[in-house]
């Protein structure tokens, strides 16, 4: 497979019309979390490899990440903690206080070949995009968005939370009206709680109730600079939509932001092992259909996601909304080869869909728009003036 990834120059690409920019390195396509992982799978390596195959790739607007600095890391992380995840990474090992202190080999957080070099790449990727977006621009970062690192230890898989760095970058700048929305399983805690005292950075996360890292409550607001809609398993792709419309817009249009991040974890769809959400992935591409018009300026990240088929389709469509692409009826040949060459050790993996290998678009997922979800969109509004109560 020849990579999709063709790196240009930041200048170059400055010198170009701000056309979406594709973020991605060749550091995801054999590193591993470990065998037992839910992230022992390929995804964004994948996603590349699945653009590449569509024909959806322009050399031109294409990046390689680069490896984000030791003085890049510590702008939020603590440089013990960088210094933890070097040292970690060049002896594979970790000692006992270190462990403690860090989470490093503890809590999910497993020590694997390239545990600086990889998360160090996604926050380099983000980085970069947050420079390339500084006049205007869209950037699709597939292997950012990991936003439960915090600044002294990982987190639910996170060692370093690329999408804080990036918002820094965006502040750095002298934005001061920036929204980060969260659209994965899992709540982005250590997003919200990072700008929980700052008042340029409003959080938005939309995650399923009583999943980990069990944060995020609709009352939780972090001093009004968030909101939180903690949704009941079976979220189907009409309520999505109604918390679009009723909820994510009405507030987006209000703030009015200069930049938008926003983070597509992909464990919401139906066949994701490691949450209860029914959407289907027609529901992430009209949530960026929509948000992508509301600012100059936006970074499109992935984040969770633990089965390989449903997560580089998503993140693959993704791409396509953003360039205006529709996907085909069916696959061409080389796009189905990669997703049939894909191997998943988990149950789903056993037997998949044929329409796992030959489609990117699933079938939708419509249903009732239960009244927890009515309220939910209502009690996320409150507090706003009433001129953003209004549907899109």
């Known amino acids: 497979m020849v990579p999709v990834v063709v790196p240009i120059s930041a200048a170059r690409w400055r010198s170009r019309s701000k056309q979406p920019l594709l973020i991605g390195s060749e550091i995801y396509r054999k590193s591993t979390y470990g065998p037992k992982h839910p992230l022992a799978i390929p995804r964004v ?7 590449g195959a569509l024909g959806w790739v ?11 600095s030791f003085a890049q890391l510590t702008r939020f992380h603590t440089a013990d903690y960088i210094r933890a995840l070097m040292a970690a990474e060049a002896t594979q090992a970790v000692p006992a206080e270190v462990r403690a202190r860090h989470h490093i080999g503890a809590y999910g957080n497993p020590v694997y070949a390239e545990i600086f070099r990889r998360p160090a790449t ?3 990727g983000v980085l970069l995009a947050a420079g390339l977006t500084a006049e205007g621009g869209i950037a699709h970062v597939p292997g950012g968005g990991t936003h439960h690192g915090r600044a002294d230890r990982a987190s639910g898989f996170c060692y370093v939370n690329d999408a804080v760095l990036g918002l820094l970058a965006w502040l750095d700048q002298g934005l001061t009206r920036v929204l980060y929305l969260d659209i994965d399983a899992h709540h982005g805690d250590g997003v919200q709680d990072a700008f929980a005292e700052d008042p340029r950075v409003f959080t938005f996360s939309i995650h399923e109730a009583g999943r980990w890292p069990f944060t995020g409550a609709l009352e939780e607001r972090a001093g009004g600079q968030a909101r939180n809609i903690p949704v009941p398993q079976g979220l189907n792709d009409t309520e999505m939509d109604w918390l679009l419309h009723h909820a994510v817009l009405p507030l987006a249009r209000q703030l009015r932001p200069q930049a938008i991040m926003l983070q597509c974890g992909a464990d919401a769809l139906e066949e994701d092992p490691l949450a209860k959400l029914s959407l289907s992935n027609n529901a992430y591409w009209a949530v960026v259909r929509e948000v992508m018009q509301l600012a100059p300026r936006l970074i499109v990240l992935g984040g969770g996601g633990y089965n390989p088929w449903s997560v580089s389709r998503c993140w693959t469509g993704i791409w396509g909304v953003l360039n205006g692409l529709e996907p085909p009826g069916r696959l061409p040949p080389a796009a189905e ?3 049939r060459n894909l191997v998943f050790n988990r149950a789903a993996g056993r037997n998949p ?3 796992w290998f030959t489609t990117l678009r699933d079938v939708p997922r419509p249903g009732p728009v239960r009244l927890e979800i009515r309220h939910l969109a209502e009690a996320t509004l409150e507090g706003l003036p009433e001129s953003a109560h209004g549907v899109a």
């Open 337 to 339: 080869a990669i997703l």
């Open 58 to 68: 322009d050399p031109g607007r294409t990046l390689d990440s680069p490896i984000a």
């Open 45 to 51: 390596s994948t996603t590349l490899d699945l653009i």
């Open 122 to 124: 996604s926050a380099g």
């Open 353 to 355: 869909p044929e329409h």
